[in-house]
T-cell receptor
Framework: DTGVSQDPRHKITKRGQNVTFRCDPI?????LYWYRQTLGQGPEFLTY????????KSRLLSDRFSAERPKGSFSTLEIQRTEQGDSAMYLC????????????FGQGTRLTVV | RKEVEQDPGPFNVPEGATVAFNCTYS??????FFWYRQDCRKEPKLLMS???SGNEDGRFTAQLNRASQYISLLIRDSKLSDSATYLC????????FGAGTRLTVKP
């Protein structure tokens, strides 16, 4: 399977714990995006990378959230001191650099904070 | 004002109906536009890109109005399998999604 893969698919954690999610994009894709989606809402932009450079972060991304893409390939999204409001589906997508390029999504990581 | 706003929906239509969704965007620098489809508990997938001159793909027609900053999606002869959430996507540099419009096509 050469699509976007995310790991884990599901994560249940206790409030206050740290969690880290991984995304492996399609290999030739330069851009990588992270989104958060809650029930009944569209994907909410969190951040995106062009190769290893993080070019934009949403104001919604508090200081508890951090994302990295150290070698311009896979990316990690870490949430520190999780809160119940962090419960959501975290989606990763990748695309080529061109603005007209389609973004391909992974199946997401569903986070439940109890 | 949200960056991308869509018709709230939900739309419940009979098979064979024509249905239209609209989406407005706030960033006039936006260069590319898309419609994505998302089935329940699945990831979004590209339905079609939206070109300046408008474009058609079978029963689906997309239009762009840069002056008024909106895009539209028209679905003709609706099928049961069209039931899904339709997401408008605007790309100035990143990709911003609307909240989505849920469509249910009933027999």
């Amino acid at each position: 399977d050469t699509g976007v893969s995310q790991d884990p698919r599901h994560k249940i954690t206790k409030r206050g714990q740290n969690v880290t999610f991984r995304c492996d994009p399609i290999s030739e894709h330069n851009r990588l995006y992270w989104y958060r989606q809650t029930l009944g809402q569209g994907p909410e932009f969190l951040t995106y990378f062009q190769n290893e450079a993080q070019l934009e972060k949403s104001r919604l991304l508090s200081d508890r959230f951090s994302a990295e893409r150290p070698k311009g390939s896979f990316s990690t999204l870490e949430i520190q001191r999780t809160e119940q409001g962090d419960s959501a589906m975290y989606l990763c997508a990748s695309s080529l650099t061109s603005r007209s390029s389609e973004a391909f999504f992974g199946q997401g990581t569903r986070l439940t904070v109890v | 004002r949200k960056e991308v706003e869509q018709d709230p929906g939900p739309f419940n239509v009979p098979e064979g109906a024509t249905v239209a969704f609209n989406c407005t965007y706030s960033n006039s620098a936006s260069q590319s536009f898309f419609w994505y489809r998302q089935d329940c508990r699945k990831e979004p997938k590209l339905l079609m890109s939206v070109y300046s001159s408008g474009n058609e793909d079978g029963r689906f027609t997309a239009q762009l109005n840069r002056a008024s900053q909106y895009i539209s999606l028209l679905i003709r002869d609706s099928k049961l399998s069209d039931s899904a959430t339709y997401l408008c996507v605007v790309n100035p540099n990143d990709m911003r999604f609307g909240a989505g419009t849920r469509l249910t096509v009933k027999p």
